[in-house]
Nanobody, 114 residues
C-alpha cells in the first residue's frame, strides 16, 4: 500500500485546512482508513476514522470541528479541519491496516498560530 498525504501548512487559529491522502496498491473501497497526528514532543494519537462503509469516529478534542470523508472514486481520504486551534499543531498521518500491519503515509505538517 502507498499512502500520500498532502494539504498541511501554516494557518491562523480559527482557520481551516483540508488534508488529502491518496491511496494506491490496495482495493481502497474495502479498507477502513484513519488520520493520526503527532504534536511536538508527544506520542502519535488517533484523530478520526472512517470505515469502508462510511461510518466515522472522532477523538473528543476535534468533534464538531473536523470531518473525515472518503472518495472511493478517487481512492482518497480527506480530513476537513475547521476552527483550528494551536493545539491542533502537529504532523498528520493517514493510515490503514494492510495484511495485519498498520501502514503509514509520510505525514503532512499542520501549524496553527495563535
Amino acid at each position: 500500500v502507498q499512502l500520500q498525504a498532502s494539504g498541511g501548512g501554516l494557518v491562523q487559529a480559527g482557520g481551516s485546512l483540508r488534508l488529502s491522502c491518496g491511496v494506491s496498491r490496495i482495493m481502497f473501497r474495502a479498507y477502513d482508513m484513519a488520520w493520526y497526528r503527532q504534536a511536538p514532543g508527544k506520542e502519535r494519537e488517533l484523530v478520526a476514522t472512517i470505515t469502508s462503509g462510511g461510518e466515522t469516529t472522532y477523538t473528543d478534542p476535534v468533534k464538531g470541528r473536523f470531518q473525515i470523508y472518503r472518495s472511493n472514486y478517487e481512492d482518497a481520504v480527506y480530513l476537513q479541519m475547521n476552527i483550528l486551534k494551536p493545539e491542533d499543531t502537529g504532523v498528520y498521518y493517514c493510515s490503514t491496516i494492510d495484511r495485519g500491519q498498520r501502514r503509514w503515509g509520510q505525514g503532512t505538517l499542520v501549524t496553527v498560530s495563535s
